[in-house]
């Protein structure tokens, strides 16, 4: 299994302002996926992490809002930017990993409070 | 269309008790995995039990039971012998085919009562 670490693990920022979570992985692996948890709802895909080239963002989501980094094969950084009260949620990252049918992993989790 | 389904928002079960959550699933695919996570309110995602689509057999793992059946496109997730620590939310995801995504359900929320 993969072993995920995510900073920070929660933050309280004011509006305006913009907030860069790191995420690392303990092995090398070729996607790092983001995603979003608004209070009280599902998991919601931003975007794929390719090492070496640009993310691939889902629908509603466009980089200028959340810019991500890929500088190697074990880290990836989002940026939530311009925060407004609505991106109040949880963030995180995960991978595919070894195991019975590749199961994908996830880190702990960063919990955005905007004001 | 909603791929995963969960259409118990919440749920009360004893301690001690076995609890069943349902889920059903959407999808053309003849190549699929099904995944169960729990999330406590600490918010991290645990991965639970996975369910391939060519397994033949239900998949367990410890007190984690998956009821897995194709032809009514169902893979609801059995605890048994709940414990307080199973207090928490449950989703249901999927993989579809060769697709890296997963397709996440509404999630269940479990409270367990001593």
């Known amino acids: 299994s993969a072993v995920i670490s995510q900073k920070p693990s929660r933050d309280i920022c004011q509006r305006g302002t913009s907030l860069t979570i790191q995420c690392q992985v303990d092995?090398?692996?070729?996607?790092m996926f983001w995603y979003r948890q608004q209070p009280g709802q599902s998991l919601t895909l931003i975007a794929t992490?390719?090492?070496?080239?640009?993310?691939?963002?889902e629908s509603g989501f466009v980089i200028d809002k959340f810019p991500i980094s890929r500088p190697n094969l074990t880290f990836s950084t989002l940026t939530v930017s311009n925060m407004s009260p609505e991106d109040s949620s949880i963030y995180l990252c995960?991978?595919?990993?070894?195991?019975?049918?590749?199961?994908?992993?996830f880190g702990p989790g960063t919990r955005l409070l905007v004001l | 269309a909603q791929k995963i389904t969960q259409t118990q928002p919440g749920m009360f079960v004893q301690e001690k008790e076995a609890v069943t959550l349902d889920c059903t699933y959407d999808?053309?695919?003849?190549?699929?995995?099904l995944f169960w996570y729990k999330q406590p309110s600490s918010g991290e995602m645990i991965f639970l039990i996975y369910q391939g689509s060519y397994d033949e057999q239900n998949a367990t793992e410890g007190r984690y039971s998956l009821n897995f059946q194709k032809a009514r496109k169902s893979a609801n997730l059995v605890i048994s012998a709940s414990q307080l620590g199973d207090s928490a939310m449950y989703f249901c995801a999927m993989r579809e085919g060769q697709d890296y995504k997963l397709s996440f359900g509404a999630g269940t929320t479990v409270t367990v009562r001593a």
């Open positions: 995960s991978v595919w990993g070894g195991g019975v049918g590749e199961t994908q992993y």
């Open positions: 999808t053309s695919d003849q190549s699929y995995g």
């Open positions: 092995s090398q692996v070729t996607m």
């Open positions: 992490a390719n090492q070496g080239s640009e993310a691939t963002y």
